[in-house]
């Protein structure tokens, strides 16, 4: 047998391999979305969402709604304060938002502490929405746990993004190169996955506050996801990521877990989300760009 011959039955192997592979995350996708898991779970105060959410609007109506809700839109800046509770959920939109609104100090320092709440809020959230998305919430929760680790014992060094990327590149702990096999990975390096994601969000958030009722949220998903995110990725993770979007739940439904009810609602708090986000990130991006570390390995 030649070499030719073995290196291409090696490829054949590969192949068939990849196909399998692909078509295991399929049906596994298919399998977790059939019993609309995100639907059929969603209970408050021991009803089902739907009826509750008729029963809240008719409160509402009756001037009895408990929750308070408090949004303020101020015209010029659309500052929103959103100080409603979604009752009986994991996720909160207010706790997003506060994470990461206060994770900016005054010097414009990213908080470590607060931005990687935010990123623990956005975990429940992908955690509502089902097994699906297990294997991104999983990712996100690697890398959070990551950098708790850097946290703990160095809440110093690693108080803002900016002290952070100083004590390592000072101690030569971000390697340029490659991704070092045998060492924790680096604070940079894991914190700049996060932030690539979060540029993600902030496209998804934007499309999804000027998006209507019979868009597809999995194609804005993918869209945002074509512009920010695929060519970050190897082509098992985008064929992995492709599947899940394909279990987006509906527009309907993604607006039940932040808890808003109305269209106009939904519009500010997504575009105020977006916005926060936009922040945080472009802070994040000028660092990286800064010290040139926008594309560690
Ligand atoms: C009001 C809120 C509404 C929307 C909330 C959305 C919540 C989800 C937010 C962000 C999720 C994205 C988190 C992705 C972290 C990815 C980190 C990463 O890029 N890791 C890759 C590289 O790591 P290394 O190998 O270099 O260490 C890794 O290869 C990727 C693994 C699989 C991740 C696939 C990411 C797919 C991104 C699209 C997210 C869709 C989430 C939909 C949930 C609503």
């Known amino acids: 047998m030649t070499m030719a011959s073995v290196g291409l039955s090696c490829l054949r192997y590969y192949k068939i391999f990849l196909s399998l592979a692909a078509l295991l995350v399929l049906i596994y996708v298919l399998c977790a979305r059939l019993p609309e898991v ?39 800046e659309q500052h929103v304060e959103y100080t409603r509770q979604c009752e009986g959920k994991d996720f909160q939109i207010t706790r997003l938002l506060g994470a990461f609104r206060s994770c900016i100090s005054e010097n414009g320092h990213i908080l470590l502490k607060e931005y990687l709440s935010g990123w623990e809020e ?12 297990g294997f991104i919430s999983q990712e996100t929760t690697t890398k959070i ?21 100083r004590y390592e590149l000072d101690r030569g702990l971000v390697n340029f190169k490659e991704l070092p096999q045998d060492q924790v990975p680096s604070g940079c390096r894991t ?26 949220t999995g194609e804005l998903c993918a869209l945002a996801y074509e512009k920010a995110l695929a060519h970050h990725h190897s082509w098992f993770v985008r064929q992995a990521a492709a599947l899940a979007f394909l279990a987006m739940p509906p527009r309907r439904e993604l607006l039940q877990v932040i808890c808003v009810r109305e269209e106009e ?31 560690l390995p």
């Open 38 to 76: 995100h639907l059929a779970a969603c209970v408050e105060n021991g009803r089902p969402c739907n009826e509750m959410w008729s029963m809240k609007e008719r409160n509402l109506e009756d001037g009895k709604d408990k929750e308070m809700i408090t949004v303020k839109a101020v015209t010029l």
């Open 122 to 133: 956005l975990i429940k959230f992908m955690d509502s929405l089902g097994m699906v998305f």
């Open 145 to 165: 746990n990551i950098m708790r680790g850097h946290l703990t014992g160095n809440s110093d060094e690693y108080h803002t993004l900016q002290s952070m990327v």
């Open 191 to 216: 914190l700049l996955r996060l932030h690539r994601a979060l540029k993600w969000l902030q496209l998804f958030l934007y499309k999804l506050s000027t998006s209507t009722s019979q868009d597809n």
């Open 265 to 295: 609602e939904a519009q500010l708090v997504l575009s105020t989300a977006a916005k926060a986000i936009v922040r945080v990130y472009n802070l994040t991006q000028d660092v990286y760009e800064a010290y040139g570390m926008l594309e």
